[in-house]
């Protein structure tokens, strides 16, 4: 299996990091993909890369919600940096979020346009955080639509049009806790998607899937997510692991 949204390096971790990394790959799970925040995490993201060299792979960009008046610049100078000196599997997690404050909204989409044009130049793919946002992120990725933009709309929780309409602009979907919720909604038009078009994520510590919703999420539950994709799919574990698996090697350039 492979999380292709967890954030390994996140407080919630500091007691017991190693531990719940082992105990997930020990589940099964391969390989982590590590969404960057801002300039704060950056550090203890990429040591967990150096520590865990063939199952770690950090992100580099900036989250929405950091996307702040007096700093935003200054994050986006520091993630060139980075991105001219050493190769990563993706830019992300970047995007808009309308929740927490809808008045940096400006800021937002011009700090999105621009880590999308570097993702253009160096022909990576984006990984998406939209919450609240859906018209604003799709108006965005029309107005830069280019063969080269793809990408992760990472834990979709939109609907079916908004799920047909982020595939046909050639992104795929991160399915993780939410699809085992009551009220998540997405599991009762999952099965109208193919599953060539969906990755795993886990999202942690955030979003814990059913029977621990609520609580801190780690990456070894990733197979509670593979178990309701079976119910949803009708295909047994190992094929919903291989195409998930597949479906992300192919957009991070495995």
């Known amino acids: 299996m492979i999380d292709t949204h967890t954030h390994l390096y996140s407080e919630e971790f500091d007691e017991d990091r190693t531990e719940m990394i082992k105990r997930a790959i020990n589940k099964g799970v391969t390989e982590f993909y590590l969404p960057a925040i801002d300039s704060d995490s950056h550090e203890k993201m990429l040591q967990l890369e150096t520590e865990f060299p063939n199952h770690i792979f950090a992100m580099m960009g900036l989250h929405p919600c950091y996307v702040k008046p007096e700093t935003w610049e200054k994050e986006l100078e520091i993630i060139e940096n980075y991105l001219n000196k050493r190769p990563f599997p993706a830019i992300g997690e970047i995007g808009i979020d309308l929740y927490w404050d809808k008045s940096t909204l400006d800021i937002q989409i011009k700090a999105f346009e621009k880590q999308i044009d570097w993702a253009i130049e160096r022909d990576l793919p984006i990984v998406i955080h939209t919450r609240e946002s859906f018209d604003e992120t799709f108006e965005v990725l029309e107005r830069k639509k280019h063969p080269k933009l793809r990408g992760i709309f990472h834990c979709f929780s939109g609907n079916l049009e908004q799920?047909?309409?982020?595939?046909?602009?050639?992104?795929?979907?991160?399915?993780?806790?939410?699809?085992?919720?009551?009220?998540?909604?997405?599991?009762?038009?999952?099965?109208?998607i193919p599953l060539e078009k969906i990755v795993l994520e886990t999202d942690s510590p955030y979003l814990a899937p059913v029977p621990h919703r609520g609580k801190r999420n780690e990456s070894s539950y990733l197979d509670l997510v593979v178990g309701k994709l079976v119910d949803i799919y009708k295909k047994d574990f190992t094929e919903i692991d291989r195409i998930t698996s597949e479906n992300a090697h192919k957009i991070f350039g495995k």
Do not use: C, M, P, S
């Open 163 to 192: 799920a047909k309409r982020a595939i046909d602009l050639n992104f795929l979907l991160g399915i993780g806790g939410v699809v085992t919720f009551k009220n998540g909604k997405i599991d009762q038009f999952l099965h109208e």
